[in-house]
């Protein structure tokens, strides 16, 4: 397991990005379109805040459970990456820069929940970096992993129109 600094690493090519067809269904996309073969996830949570007496913002991070996103979302969060544990060493999020490149570079799953906004409001988007270069020796590194992730769950997500979300959940309660 390697962890990718920005200060190291490019994006190589194109980011990945999807829009979802059936938000409503976020809980069963994320308990049924996480493979299991990458468990055990972590939500990260990411949101960003205005400092008191300036106008910058500070990048306010948090791990959550899954079956926190919604009460989040309510919150007004709109920012979320998916984690797999055993793919991605651990790292702390305190020392991360504000922006979220860093994790957008080591392959997490961007999951964009967009605020409804006179009255309109956008489809949820999945967005992943999938292939990642190093600024000095031009070393190409591919997120396998993730990628197979990424694909899981846009498959889930058509396949939500065609049938009911089921109850049971195939992610593990502890996190």
């Given at each position: 397991?390697?962890?990718?600094?920005?200060?190291?690493?490019?994006?190589?090519?194109?980011?990945?990005?999807?829009?979802?067809?059936?938000?409503?269904?976020?809980?069963?996309?994320?308990?049924?379109?996480?493979?299991?073969d990458y468990e055990p996830y972590v939500i990260i949570a990411s949101a960003f805040k205005k400092n008191m007496g300036n106008?910058?913002?500070?990048?306010?991070?948090?791990?959550?459970?899954?079956?926190?996103?919604?009460?989040?979302?309510?919150?007004?969060?709109?920012?979320?990456?998916?984690?797999?544990?055993?793919?991605?060493?651990?790292?702390?999020?305190?020392?991360?820069?504000?922006?979220?490149?860093?994790?957008?570079?080591?392959?997490?799953?961007?999951?964009?929940?967009?605020?409804?906004?006179?009255?309109?409001?956008?489809?949820?988007?999945?967005?992943?970096?999938?292939?990642?270069?190093n600024r000095t020796n031009n070393q190409v590194v591919e997120h396998g992993g993730y990628k197979e992730i990424f694909w899981?769950?846009?498959?889930?997500?058509?396949?939500?129109?065609?049938?009911?979300?089921?109850?049971?959940?195939?992610?593990?309660?502890?996190?």
């Amino acid at each position: 397991m390697n962890y990718f600094k920005e200060s190291s690493w490019q994006r190589y090519g194109v980011a990945k990005q999807i829009s979802l067809n059936y938000p409503s269904t976020l809980s069963h996309l994320l308990t049924n379109g996480l493979l299991v073969d990458y468990e055990p996830y972590v939500i990260i949570a990411s949101a960003f805040k205005k400092n008191m007496g300036n106008s910058s913002y500070k990048n306010i991070r948090r791990t959550i459970k899954v079956w926190d996103l919604e009460n989040y979302i309510q919150q007004g969060v709109s920012q979320f990456f998916i984690m797999s544990k055993a793919i991605t060493p651990p790292f702390n999020l305190a020392q991360l820069a504000n922006s979220n490149e860093e994790l957008m570079l080591n392959g997490l799953i961007c999951l964009q929940i967009y605020q409804r906004y006179r009255g309109i409001s956008t489809s949820p988007t999945l967005m992943m970096v999938d292939t990642i270069q190093n600024r000095t020796n031009n070393q190409v590194v591919e997120h396998g992993g993730y990628k197979e992730i990424f694909w899981s769950l846009r498959k889930t997500d058509i396949r939500s129109g065609f049938k009911q979300p089921q109850t049971k959940s195939r992610l593990k309660r502890a996190q």
